[in-house]
């Protein structure tokens, strides 16, 4: 079964250094989703994203985040210079049309020390 | 704006025994989507079980079935002939069809299966 594969699977950073998670949709999808996951809290929309540009974005989706799709194939979720606080779990998802659930990838732990 | 409530954070089931998690949610329209995803320790997130909203039928996958009332607002999942592997968070999400972004969560319950 087709999947979405996210790497890495567990990032440690520090303050303000730039991360980039990366995203590999399923490959006939058409629609691109960044979402998180603070630990023990609820999963949080950030960002969405189809035919090379953004479609939506949440409120915590402010200038120290940016997407990109540089090649036919990656997803990439930057962060510019983090905080303690985006420590969290990020999943990557794709979906095909609007009908069906969204695919999830197994997510990056992201951890701001 | 369109929320999401499951006001179970825990549940527990013995093996074998059936067990229905709640779902409630707010919205003022009348066409949308509904899930169930699963989040084993793993924390991947798997997709159980989806609903349209106009369909009045109750969507089902094997041992998983939902109970949805549209007049209510309410979507609740049915997990029949619980297996230990059962055991992990449940989210329910709601997902309008006007545009095809933002999936939105309920806080998520976590469900335990007692051998």
């Known amino acids: 079964e087709p999947e979405v594969t996210q790497t890495p699977s567990h990032q440690v950073t520090q303050m303000g250094q730039e991360v980039i998670l990366r995203c590999v949709p399923i490959s006939n999808h058409l629609y691109f989703y960044w979402y998180r996951q603070i630990l023990g809290q609820k999963v949080e929309f950030l960002v969405s994203?189809?035919?090379?540009?953004?479609?939506?974005k949440s409120e915590i989706f402010d200038d120290q985040f940016s997407v990109e799709r540089p090649d036919g194939s990656n997803f990439t979720l930057k962060i510019r210079s983090t905080k303690l606080e985006d420590s969290a779990m990020y999943f990557c998802?794709?979906?095909?049309?609007?009908?069906?659930?969204?695919?999830f990838g197994s997510g990056t732990r992201l951890t701001v020390v | 704006a369109q929320t999401v409530t499951q006001s179970q954070p825990e549940m527990s089931v013995q093996e074998a025994e059936t067990v229905t998690l709640s779902c409630t949610y707010d919205?003022?329209?009348?066409?949308?989507?509904l899930f169930w995803y699963k989040q084993p320790p793993s924390r991947q997130m798997i997709l159980v079980i989806r609903q349209e909203a106009y369909k009045q039928q109750n969507a089902t996958e094997n041992r998983f079935s939902v109970n949805f009332q549209k007049a209510a607002k309410s979507f609740s999942l049915k997990i029949s002939d619980s297996q230990l592997g059962d055991a992990a968070m449940y989210f329910c999400a709601y997902r309008t069809t006007f545009n095809n972004n933002d999936m939105r969560f309920g806080a998520g319950t976590r469900l335990t299966v007692k051998p």
């Open positions: 998802a794709s979906s095909e049309v609007q009908v069906y659930g969204y695919t």
């Open positions: 919205t003022s329209e009348s066409d949308y989507y």
């Open positions: 994203f189809y035919n090379n540009e953004i479609s939506e």
